[in-house]
């Protein structure tokens, strides 16, 4: 079992604020991390699979960072906007690639 | 590209009854993922598909669970003698061919079973 964490549970930020949140994972026997996005009545998207210590992804204004080393990814979004809101997941698989999901970060953004 | 199709949508049953639940994969995917996900927790691993076969399946899948993906097509996922404590969304993912741990998945809108 993976111990994947994330923090913080909940977010509220107003428009145009820009945020970022953490996932935690164990450093040791790391294969990949992924960064879904899930909006309410949808069903969850990827955003990012990161794989390399060091690993910077981007996506239009969220942006994705890793460290395999320390155990962790951050990911950011700059200048957030009400269709920003959602939960935020990370996952990351162990060797018989079963996923473990954080708990999510819920962002919501008040215009 | 019509998605991953997750089949019924929601589903009330009692207690003690039996349910089974449908995903259709996009059709190229040879990876289908079952996820059980309820308030406040990230999905959670249940089993996992390569074509028809069963490679991994998690503890929490206990002897009332049961997933079959006859053909590599479509899969079921079957809960006997349901309880209380089964209520929660059920997703399912499907992948394309590729690395195994970075393959993106593709979830279905999921069934969301009531168990009174």
């Known amino acids: ?111 | 590209d019509t998605g991953v199709s997750q089949d019924p949508r929601h589903k009330i049953t009692k207690r003690g009854q039996n349910v089974t639940f449908r995903c259709d994969p996009i059709s190229e995917h040879n990876r289908l993922y079952w996820y059980r996900q309820t308030l406040g927790q990230g999905p959670e691993f249940l089993t996992y598909f390569q074509n028809e076969a069963q490679l991994e399946k998690s503890r929490l899948l206990s002897d009332r669970f049961s997933a079959e993906r006859p053909k590599g097509s479509f899969s079921t996922l079957e809960i006997q003698r349901t309880e209380q404590g089964d209520s929660a969304m059920y997703l399912c993912a499907s992948s394309p061919p590729g690395g195994i741990f970075t393959d993106t998945q593709y979830f279905g809108p999921g069934t969301r079973l009531t168990v009174l």
Not at chain 1, 1 to 23: M, Y
Not at chain 1, 50 to 73: H, P, R, V
Not at chain 1, 81 to 95: F, K, W
């Open chain 1, 1 to 111: 079992i993976l111990n994947v964490e994330q923090s913080p549970q909940s977010l509220h930020v107003q428009e145009g604020d820009s945020t970022n949140f953490t996932c935690s994972f164990p450093s040791s026997n790391f294969y990949a991390l992924h960064w879904y996005r899930w909006e309410t009545a949808k069903s969850p998207e990827a955003l990012f699979v990161m794989t390399l210590n060091g690993d910077e992804k981007k996506k239009g204004q969220i942006s994705a960072t890793l460290n395999t080393k320390e155990g962790y990814s951050y990911l950011y979004i700059k200048g957030s906007q009400p269709e920003d809101s959602a939960t935020y997941l990370c996952a990351s698989p162990n060797t018989g690639n079963q996923f473990y999901f954080g708990t999510g970060t819920s962002l919501t953004v008040i215009p």
